[in-house]
């Protein structure tokens, strides 16, 4: 008799969202008998068995009846089969013989010896066949009426009661005047037998019948299916057979609705960008409960993979990973928001990072790197705090990094991985909550927790893990709040109803997936759109894209108004820094200005951007070592940029000034002639030939050097184009144009020319 029975998956309201059936398709939603009406179980008691308390499984009295009606019509009329015995050959089906019913009498009086009357009647009302696939009274009871078995009326009940006997003719859909003929005779019956008062049963006749049957619910198809494989495997796990029909999920249908309409406001534009489908995910920003779930714009919409679950859909993140390696930064000491880093390009073993627009900016604060999600600064940023400690901090966070940070190098602080919907928003939960990291819960009950992938995880009880410290999150928080909006560009703060925002927004490479996600007060949002066969879409971005479906799901969800927490009692402090490098000032240093800082963590060096030199006031070059003792030298203030940034400014024609060339009269000090560029060549033209491969037309870079070991790094209009040593055989792929090309050593010297490609 045990048998897996169909699934029930249920709104945290209680509302029916989907039915799972099992592989045999049978309806069973198996109950206990204080689930089943108490006017049902004495309607079935008294139409089928009155006597079913005091007999031992077999009615002698009621055998013998049906045996002399049986000799009386010369064939079977009439049965005499107790509910045990029907229960009997329910588990095992036999002919309506004689020896068919000794076999089910010996069967009942089995059943009566090891189950008590409640057991045996329980397995009846869970397995008496109501037609079609429709298995015991708690799917009769949903399919014919559309409520529980707790909640048959009378009239109800007495229908239920006779269907099973010729399921077929007694079909109040298909045949309604003759099930109401066979329901009032059994009403009649229970009058007469004064089990129910005439004045109720006359009401219960004046009930009318369903006229179809309960349409199967479709709410949230795609987190019904997540809730479903989830209890499939957490119940499989302890048994081989499923226990549970019912489950409630956190799906609150409302934001449900809110998610799936403004999705679907969105599609037009979206569709005019080549983008098919989206996304999204709404998370409890404290409980971490998924509070809606949509999966595509139309689960049926076979022809745009309408039945896949996009939030589950292993893509590209993007830029959505850039926060969590600044949080890093910030924990490792090595930076804060107004530290400066170079928005430059650099070559790290041949991989050059490039931002979204192509354009490079010079220094810039972290702030304003993230604000402008800007490429070439996380990848340096990733190389100073490390990829090993980036990619553990990821894999904690839920991500499904299945390889080590070898196999993803630098890149990974851009999206180089792969990662779901749930898995990101989930990630994001932790920003919105201080730092801590919790699993997502699609089911009410505590213990059973969306199984998003912990591997290399040290979790505590309540499956939390902190990831960033208090003081972190919230930098990242405030950084994250100055992203501009897409749905107020400016003044968002005065307007009234408009929820305060941290966001941050993602696009894959190759122009595949669009990403947004966002928290508020109360929740974490997640945005997804592109195409789930994969297909690109030119000019994508997250901000134009992503952002406004974003937007709008968290106005519909969120108290308009609605402020972000401020945490207390945080680490912080401030220190003043040098204005130009944000490092501590240095007895030179002209400009100060206090910045944020987290107290105990953070790391300042002490700046060496100005440094005091000696300069002969008749010639203005540089005077040091011991010819200072014999030349008139005058102290002066210069600025002494990194030789990075010196070369790329150069390269792009900005003019830099750098400390004077040294005295020749200082002959005791090493010589300073910087490099000087052999090839290209700055007087004679390269021109392309059409009949030769590209391969076998490259330029070789070539510069003089005073014989030091360092390395060269050249830029070609402002892009770094190649670095190594003076002894390295180097060369630049020729395109056509007139180039500007500088060459700088690791000391900060440099030459440059122009020169010409026909």
């Known amino acids: 008799m045990r048998a897996d029975p169909a699934v029930m998956v249920r709104a945290r309201d209680g509302t029916p969202m989907r039915i799972f059936l099992p592989e045999d398709g049978r309806r069973r939603f198996p109950l206990t008998l204080q689930d089943v009406s108490p006017v049902f179980q004495k309607v079935i008691i008294a139409s089928e068995d009155r006597y079913f308390r005091y007999h031992p499984g077999v009615n002698p009295f009621s055998i013998l009846r049906a045996a002399l009606q049986n000799l009386q019509a010369d064939g079977v009329v009439s049965g005499g089969s107790t509910i045990t015995m029907q229960l009997a050959r329910l588990a ?19 059943l009566e010896y090891a189950l008590s009357k409640d057991e045996i009647l329980k397995l009846y009302l869970n397995n008496t066949p109501y037609g079609g696939n429709v298995v015991g009274v708690g799917a009769a009871a949903y399919t014919y009426f559309g409520k529980s078995a707790g909640a048959l009326s009378l009239g109800e009940a007495a229908l239920l009661a006779v269907l099973p006997r010729s399921p077929q003719a007694y079909d109040p859909i298909a045949h309604p005047q003759t099930a109401q003929a066979a329901r009032d005779r059994l009403l009649d019956t229970l009058a007469e037998r004064g089990v129910f008062p005439p004045e109720r049963v006359a009401l219960a006749k004046g009930q009318s019948l369903p006229t179809r049957l309960t ?29 549970v029909w019912d489950v409630t999920t956190t799906i609150d249908p409302a934001f449900q609705n809110q998610a ?100 490079y900016r010079g220094p810039v604060t972290v702030r304003q790197a993230l604000v402008h999600s800007l490429n070439a600064p996380a990848v340096r940023m990733l190389a100073k705090a490390g990829l090993p400690r980036f990619h553990r ?26 990662s779901s919907l749930v898995q990101l928003t989930t990630l994001y939960a932790a920003l919105a909550d201080e730092g801590v990291w919790q699993p997502a819960r699609l089911l009410v009950d505590q213990s ?72 508020s007060a109360h929740y974490v949002v997640g945005v997804w759109t592109g195409n789930l066969d994969g297909r690109a879409a030119k000019g994508i971005s997250g901000a134009r894209h992503a952002g406004p479906l974003l937007f709008d799901v968290l106005r519909a969800v969120e108290e308009p108004g609605a402020p972000l927490p401020m945490p207390d009692n945080l680490a912080l402090d401030t220190v003043e ?24 963590r953070t790391k300042l060096k002490r700046s060496t951007l100005h440094q005091r030199i000696f300069v002969n006031p008749d ?57 000087a560029i052999v090839s290209p060549s700055a007087t004679t033209p390269y021109v392309l030939r059409s009949d030769a491969p590209d391969e076998f037309q490259r330029i070789p870079l070539v510069a003089r050097t005073d014989g030091g070991d360092s390395n060269l790094y050249w830029f070609q209009d402002g892009a770094l184009v190649a670095q190594g040593g003076v002894a390295e055989n180097l060369f630049l792929a020729a395109r056509k144009g007139e180039h500007r090309i500088v060459v700088q050593d690791s000391q900060g010297r440099s030459d440059s020319l122009t020169f010409t490609v026909e």
């Open 92 to 110: 095992e089906p036999k002919s309506r013989s004689i020896k068919g019913k000794i076999v089910e009498a010996f069967r009942a009086l089995q």
């Open 215 to 243: 349409p199967l619910p479709m709410i949230a198809p795609h987190a019904s299916r997540m809730a479903y494989e989830q209890l499939r495997r957490s119940a499989l796990a302890r048994s081989p057979k499923l226990s």
């Open 260 to 359: 799936l309409t403004a999705m679907r406001r969105r599609l037009t534009s979206l569709r005019l960008a080549g983008l098919e489908n989206a996304a999204v995910v709404v998370l409890d920003r404290k409980t971490r409960e998924i509070r809606a779930l949509v999966g595509t714009h139309d689960f049926f919409d076979t022809a745009r993979h309408g039945p896949i679950n996009a939030a589950l859909a292993m893509r590209s993140p993007g830029s959505t990973l850039k926060p969590f390696l600044y949080g890093l930064a910030f924990d490792e000491g090595i930076a804060v928001p107004e530290s400066m880093v170079l928005d430059i390009p650099t070559d790290y073993s041949g991989y050059v990072a490039t931002n979204y627009d192509d354009r």
């Open 393 to 418: 901090l990821l894999r904690r966070g839920g991500l499904e990094l299945r390889y080590g940070p070898g196999h993803y190098g630098l890149p990974l602080a851009l999206g180089a991985c792969e």
């Open 448 to 519: 059973e927790t969306l199984e998003i992938n912990k591997e290399g995880t040290l979790v505590q009880n309540d499956g939390s893990v902190r990831l960033l410290s208090r003081e972190s999150a919230y930098l990242v928080r405030s950084i994250l709040e100055e992203v501009p909006r897409r749905d107020l560009p400016t003044a968002w703060a005065m307007t009234l109803d408009a929820p305060e925002v941290a966001w941050k927004t993602g696009t894959s490479f190759g122009h595949r997936d669009a990403w947004a996600i966002g928290f």
């Open 577 to 600: 820094v040098c204005t130009e490098d944000r490092e501590l000032p240095n007895p030179f240093t002209p400009r100060t200005m206090a910045i944020t800082i987290i107290a105990g």
């Open 619 to 675: 010639t203005e070059l540089r005077v040091e070592g011991r010819c200072l003792a014999t030349i008139k030298a005058e102290p002066r203030v210069v600025r002494t940029p990194p030789e990075e940034l010196i070369a790329w400014e150069l390269s792009r024609g900005i003019p830099v000034q750098t400390a004077p060339p040294l005295s020749p009269e200082c002959s005791a000090v090493p010589a300073t002639g910087g490099p």
